[in-house]
């Protein structure tokens, strides 16, 4: 906290100022709520990491992928759920549909065995979702 490149701290620490004592102050929450968008694009994200970890195994045990790409089409369903519940535009509707349908196709594939099929399928599931991001995130 010392380096000359850290100026913000030290900036910070004194322009602070406290909260006047006749001030209420908010009361604090155990867990902030969040977007169900968002929580449904966490647990998206969890689970691809996942199921591209286990991808890169020499030989994935094709139970846990079966139930990560199960967690993940679910992820999807949820995310799409949300969107049209939040009104979210339609061009993001539609590419979570196609996200949800490639992801359900990776089911298919995870459950028969089909890794190099597989493996294509996260790979264009991950392109598209930078897409989505760069276009919609935030």
């Not at 694009?41 to 990560?68: G, Y």
């Not at 339609?90 to 349908?101: D, I």
Request: charged content about 30%; proline content about 5%.
């Amino acid at each position: 906290g010392t380096s000359p490149d850290y100026s913000g701290l030290w900036r910070d620490v004194r322009e602070f100022r406290g909260v006047p004592t006749d001030v209420q102050p908010q009361p604090l929450v155990e867990k902030a709520s969040i977007d169900p968008l968002a929580d449904s694009m966490v647990r998206i994200d969890h689970a691809f990491e996942r199921i591209e970890k286990l991808l890169n195994e020499a030989s994935p045990a094709t139970t846990s992928l079966t139930e990560q790409a199960t967690l993940l089409n679910e992820g999807f369903k949820e995310a799409m759920r949300a969107a049209t519940k939040l009104n979210r535009s339609t061009p993001l509707q539609k590419r979570l549909s196609s996200s949800q349908e490639m992801s359900a196709d990776l089911v298919l594939q995870v459950k028969s065995s089909d890794v190099t099929r597989a493996i294509i399928t996260s790979r264009e599931m991950k392109t598209d979702c930078r897409a989505c991001h760069a276009r919609h995130r935030n």
